[in-house]
């Protein structure tokens, strides 16, 4: 059964909100593209990536481009029928990287009887991590000819299958990556007596990662080794304390050297 | 939130003011006063002859803020005052100024005890200690 699917990653869509070819980002230190192919590799299956920027062909799998450009996912489903063989895809979008192996397996067990199969996970469904079946190409065509161009309409009109995996799966792995903003935290970095002198500066921004809870006296040790020397305190906002919580946005944090007032 | 700060060396005037203005106060019957004055410690066979004193400003007159509510939760006390010098003081001139007052003798003598001790271990202020020919080191508090 596992034979018959081809892994389809939807890499065509625009990124205007991250300014960069979404599926090229780093998340936990690769490109979220490479996530997808990784797991592709653990379960054994072919992949292929839809994309209209060359830049995606350093991964080694092939790339091919929609032929339907700038009518979102639709477009990106029909090429993988139209560059694959197998009987069903296996569709993935390049911004949700920590969809793991043991999810796309659930979905497959699950999809026999139907023309797509879609997890659910609490109120939301989400139509790129699904199977579809080449049954489906020509009513996708003729959606697309009538302009309907959103995959939750197609889903709603054929033999499909939402399958609840609420209880089943944590709903982290189904979190996708839309702005530079899910990724880093911008902020004003002070710092004071020996350490800006050190340093070199007083203000300055940094971008920290924050996709995970962050320690920042790791963060700022590795990435300034000579304060593993030196005491300091660290404060987030102007409260004292060193975990930058995932996906916190502070105005500020302070890295403030051994107090000497009075 | 009271501006804690003061630019440059906390003059013997402003200190002789601040107790003139507590005369209407007749209700004080003590007052305490803590002088912080910047030492001439020799390091390394180098004189201090300045501290530059720099801080960050919104998170200490918090932390005096702070301070100030914890003293008076804690004393029984008719009115507290703290500054701070920012920037230069030379040696010998002052620094630091606390200046509490209470009916009672013995009030102001173990609040000002505890408003100094909280300063110097909760107030983010830096000093850089400096010598005659222009280098410097960093002061901590002991």
Redesign the interface.
């Known amino acids: 059964m596992m034979k018959d699917i081809t892994i389809v990653i939807l890499a065509g869509g625009k990124s205007s909100r991250i300014g960069q070819d979404k599926g090229l980002i780093s998340v936990n230190g690769k490109p979220m593209v490479q996530h997808l192919i990784d797991i592709a590799k653990v379960l054994k299956l072919n992949t292929i990536i839809i994309a209209n920027n060359s830049d995606y062909e350093s991964f080694n799998i092939p790339v091919y481009e929609d032929d339907y450009k700038e009518i979102g996912p639709l477009g990106g489903i029909h090429a993988g029928f139209k560059n694959t063989q197998t009987s069903k895809i296996f569709v993935l979008s390049c911004d949700t990287p920590f969809i793991t192996a043991g999810l796309i397996k659930y979905i497959i067990e699950a999809s026999n009887l139907y023309d797509i199969t879609i997890p659910r996970h609490g109120s939301k469904t989400h139509p790129l991590i699904g199977i579809y079946t080449r049954d489906i190409v020509k009513p996708l065509l003729n959606t697309i000819s009538h302009k309907k161009l959103k995959v939750m309409t197609l889903i709603d009109n054929l033999n499909s299958s939402i399958v609840d995996v609420t209880e089943l799966f944590s709903s982290e792995i189904f979190e996708n990556i839309n702005t530079q903003k899910d990724l880093y935290a911008k902020v004003q970095l002070?710092s004071?007596?020996?350490i800006s002198?050190r340093i070199n500066k007083v203000d300055m921004t940094l971008s920290i990662p924050n996709k995970k809870q962050v320690n920042l006296r790791n963060y700022f040790n590795d990435k300034w080794p000579f304060l593993k020397d030196i005491s300091y305190?660290i404060?987030i906002d102007?409260e004292i304390r060193e975990e930058l919580n995932k996906n916190e946005h502070p105005n500020e944090i302070?890295i403030?050297?051994?107090?000497?007032?009075? | 939130m009271k501006k804690c700060f003061k630019e440059g060396a906390i003059t013997p005037e402003f200190i002789a003011n601040s107790i003139a203005h507590h005369q209407v106060k007749t209700n004080i019957g003590a007052h305490q006063i803590f002088l912080?004055q910047v030492r001439s410690d020799i390091i390394d066979n180098k004189e201090v002859v300045a501290i530059d004193?720099?801080?960050?400003e919104?998170?200490?007159n918090?932390a005096f803020h702070t301070i100030r509510e914890n003293t008076f939760n804690q004393f029984d006390l008719a009115c507290m005052h703290i500054y701070?010098s920012i920037g230069l003081v030379k040696a010998g001139e002052i620094?630091?100024f606390v200046f509490v007052s209470s009916a009672h003798r013995k009030m102001v003598q173990q609040a000002i005890e505890f408003v100094?001790e909280e300063?110097?271990?909760?107030?983010?202020?830096?000093?850089?200690e400096i010598f005659k020919d222009d280098s410097h080191v960093?002061?901590?508090?002991k």
């Open positions: 002070k004071f007596g020996i002198d305190t404060a102007q302070a403030l050297p051994p107090f000497a007032g009075g | 912080g004193y720099s801080a960050h919104e998170m200490a918090k701070h620094c630091l100094v300063i110097k271990v909760n107030a983010p202020v830096f000093g850089k960093w002061k901590v508090n």
